[in-house]
């Protein structure tokens, strides 16, 4: 069976990323952009897509997102929940209600979830429990908009789960942002979904091994299962 790290095209002559031990590193999922703005097959991006004639081309990925995507995401959830460790959820939310306060790309990109849009709902199927964390992001990277390393740091989080939407995009982009914060990050390939299969291929094979390590829910799932109670 071909592994994630045989299948990288990144080839570093100076060295390779350690994989976590998840026995004894204390780890977060973090779950990316999983609401009804983009992810939902009844959202604001779906709806779009369907208008301008782009749906067949799409279809896809939102197939993927209720599919495979969610269900592995909540198999993930319930076994952190286990183990007491947490979950996060980031979201595209403005604190304004005319979303004011968006960054620059997404206020060209025409992401415009205000204060009190029901866009910003997360997906109703991903069991978001009472002690899990919610964040609202206005930004690419939740690093730049949100307290979320503060909150990890609090948390004494040294590894995450990373999980959601779009792998190529927003994913990518938070990837990047806490690797270099150093933090071990897991990426799991198939609690992610991207518009573009190709983009999201592409995605992972930039990022596994020299951002972060790239797995499947199954081979994550063992690692937690591991970890003492």
């Given at each position: ?33 999983l609401q009804i703005l983009d992810a939902a097959l009844d959202g604001e991006h779906a709806q779009r897509a369907r208008e301008l004639g782009r749906w067949d081309e799409l279809e ?28 996060i959820y980031l979201r595209c939310r403005s604190l304004h209600p005319d979303a004011a306060d968006n960054g620059l790309r997404f206020r060209e990109f025409g992401i415009a979830v ?116």
């Amino acid at each position: 069976m071909t592994t994630f790290d045989e299948r990288t095209t990144t080839r570093s002559v100076v060295g390779r990323l350690q994989p976590p031990d998840l026995t004894r590193t204390r780890c977060a999922m973090v779950v990316i952009d999983l609401q009804i703005l983009d992810a939902a097959l009844d959202g604001e991006h779906a709806q779009r897509a369907r208008e301008l004639g782009r749906w067949d081309e799409l279809e896809g990925y939102f197939t993927r997102v209720a599919e495979v995507v969610v269900p592995n995401v909540v198999r993930l959830g319930r076994a952190l929940r286990e183990r007491a460790l947490p979950v996060i959820y980031l979201r595209c939310r403005s604190l304004h209600p005319d979303a004011a306060d968006n960054g620059l790309r997404f206020r060209e990109f025409g992401i415009a979830v205000g204060r009190d849009d029901p866009q910003a709902a997360l997906l109703p199927d991903l069991e978001v429990a009472g002690g899990d964390f919610v964040l609202d992001k206005t930004t690419a990277s939740p690093f730049w908009s949100t307290h979320l390393d503060r909150l990890l740091r609090q948390l004494q989080i040294e590894c995450l789960l990373m999980t959601g939407v779009v792998t190529s995009g927003c994913v990518e982009s938070a990837v990047r942002d806490a690797s270099d914060l150093d933090y071990r990050v897991v990426l799991v390939e198939d609690a992610c979904a991207d518009r573009e299969p190709e983009l999201h291929d592409d995605s992972i094979r930039r990022m596994n091994n020299n951002f972060a390590l790239v797995r499947a829910t199954g081979e994550v799932l063992d690692g937690i299962r591991a970890v003492p109670d």
